[in-house]
């Protein structure tokens, strides 16, 4: 029955790992057909609508206390505003499979600044591991149709709308204690759209009248990016966390730079590299060992095998 069970998990995570590795590529496909920052402050929004929907109907909404909304605010700024930002802007620059590779640096970029700010140690075989991904990342942004050695200015905003989100981690984790964390991303969804909205108005004046250029099957591709990847894509993932635990869940993270690799082929038509056939197993290297998702694997076996021993 638990096998059974797992497996579903398990399905569940697949599809959400399909679903924001698919993100990347509507996401360049709508930030192509708009205005960057506009649409995305719109998207977002749409995202924050969606999951306040949802837990109304679970009855889990209500106000966060003033320590919990400074929380929301400060992550709002790096999680939303400073992430979407740059990735809207950065994918205008680059390819969508470099960002989807670049992206699934996230967990791996995490643990370097957890143990950075919190203090958690990085052993021999996560060190091992943030080499690796580093190299994979050189493999992709030092190769980029510009000449060996130029970094793409797309690639490098696209790194620091990763670097922001597992930034804003820390605190979610900190203020995520005494707020369910479905309803504090349903906050920061909807602050951060709208710090992002007045940034469009001074960035992009126009943005708002080319809204009615786009052709309805991109409309199609903004709700199902806003309401399928952004707000039940992170609800299903922390569901999933909730039966397998973390380490298990965090394994099935290197499957989303996958899919934004053959979504970007299949859809954009863009070219799949040596370069990111060299950089994609160091990147899946790195984000197994250097995010500590390997070792604690290893030590949830050891606990359920140790249970089932005294049970025999």
């Not at 206390?65 to 400074?70: R, V």
């Not at 469009?200 to 309401?227: D, H, K, R, T, Y």
């Not at 690799?261 to 160091?282: C, D, K, M």
Request: aromatic content about 10%.
């Amino acid at each position: 029955m638990e096998q059974k069970q797992n497996f579903k998990i398990y399905a569940i995570l697949v599809a959400v790992m399909a679903a924001w590795g698919l993100n990347v590529i509507a996401t360049k496909i709508i930030v192509t057909a708009f205005t960057p920052v506009t649409i995305t402050s719109l998207r977002i929004l749409t995202a924050g609508g969606a999951v306040f929907l949802y837990l109304a109907f679970m009855k889990k909404v209500r106000k966060p206390t003033k320590a919990e909304f400074l929380a929301i605010v400060i992550a709002s700024i790096f999680n939303v505003v400073c992430h979407h930002y740059f990735l809207s802007v950065g994918l205008t620059k680059t390819t969508a499979s470099n960002a989807g590779l670049i992206l699934g640096l996230g967990p791996l970029l995490s643990a370097i600044l957890a143990a950075i700010f919190l203090g958690s140690r990085l052993h021999i075989i996560r060190i091992v591991g943030v080499l690796a991904g580093l190299a994979g990342v050189t493999f992709i942004v030092l190769d980029n149709g510009q000449g060996v050695g130029t970094i793409s200015l797309g690639d490098l905003f696209i790194f620091l709308s990763i670097l922001a989100q597992a930034g804003s981690f820390i605190l979610i984790k900190r203020a995520s204690r005494t707020m369910d964390p479905r309803l504090m991303t349903g906050y920061m969804l909807v602050l951060g759209s709208i710090l992002l909205f007045f940034i469009s108005l001074g960035q992009e004046p126009g943005g708002l009248a080319m809204l009615g250029n786009a052709p309805g099957s991109v409309w199609v591709i903004f709700f199902a990016s806003a309401v399928i990847s952004t707000a039940f894509g992170h609800m299903a993932y922390n569901y999933a966390i909730g039966k397998v635990g973390v380490a298990e869940s965090a394994i099935f993270i290197n499957l989303s730079p996958f899919f934004s690799l053959v979504g970007a082929a299949i859809f954009l038509n863009e070219e799949i590299t040596i370069s990111h056939i060299a950089g994609f197993p160091f990147i899946l290297a790195g984000v197994l060992f250097g995010s500590g998702a390997f070792e604690e694997l290893m030590a949830s076996r050891k606990r359920n095998l140790g249970r089932k021993e005294r049970h025999t």
